[in-house]
């Protein structure tokens, strides 16, 4: 079985600071996909980033930037000088061998202020 | 190009009656899923349908719940004799095969 473990349940910043979010994966298949969705108060789930567990390079997109350790199961997601705009609850996601579905975490809710 | 989109948005019903959930998915999108959300939680998977048959459905909670795809595109939830434990946000999401899930608006329910 698969889990997926956001400790932090809510964060406040002020907006300019980094801040960074912890996601602990478990899985006992080798090939499994991470995921990370923004879900702003409007609602809808946005897709933020995809990676496959053989790919552990760091990437970085704009001012959001993902850590993936295997060695640590993690897949850790920091916004750099953060905006208003990012406030929203964030949830990272696994799929897992020949799973489709994805597994949530209970998701970890920002809230970034002037 | 259109999302994915799920009809109503919102459903208050009566306990024991009978609700529909629609979602139309990204045309293309051989997959479809349906996850449910309840309040300060993640998502939590349903069902999920590869073309028109239903290629997993162990997150069906019980018997009342069921669902349909019946020409490979739009699907239905079903759901019979609610219960006020069936109010939740019921989310709908859709992908290229065993690619990235791209999720509606979802319809909140409401069981008075």
């Known amino acids: 079985a698969q889990k997926v473990t956001q400790a932090q349940t809510e964060i406040s910043v002020v907006e300019k600071e980094d801040v960074t979010l912890d996601c602990v994966y478990e899985?006992?298949?080798?090939?499994?996909?991470l995921f990370w969705y923004k879900q702003p108060p409007s609602g809808e789930l946005v897709f933020l980033i995809r990676r496959n567990s053989f790919d552990e390079q760091n990437e970085i997109s704009g001012r959001y930037s993902w850590n993936f350790q295997k060695s640590t199961s993690s897949f850790n997601f920091t916004i750099t000088a953060s905006q208003v705009v990012d406030s929203a609850v964030y949830f990272c996601a696994l799929t897992s061998g020949t799973a489709s579905k994805l597994t949530f975490g209970t998701g970890t809710r920002l809230q970034v202020t002037l | 190009g259109a999302g994915v989109s799920q009809t109503p948005s919102n459903k208050v019903t009566e306990k024991g009656k009978y609700v529909e959930l629609r979602c139309d998915p990204i045309s293309g999108h051989t997959a479809l899923y349906w996850y449910r959300q309840s309040l300060g939680q993640g998502p939590e998977f349903l069902i999920y349908f590869q073309g028109t048959g239903a290629a997993d459905d162990s997150g069906l909670p019980n018997d009342r719940f069921f669902a349909v795809r019946p020409e490979g595109s739009v699907s239905t939830l079903k759901i019979q004799r609610t219960e006020r434990g069936d109010s939740a946000v019921y989310l709908c999401?859709?992908?290229?095969?065993?690619?990235?899930?791209?999720f509606g608006p979802g319809t909140r329910l409401t069981v008075l």
């Open positions: 999401a859709s992908s290229p095969p065993t690619d990235t899930q791209y």
């Open positions: 899985t006992r298949d080798t090939t499994y996909y």
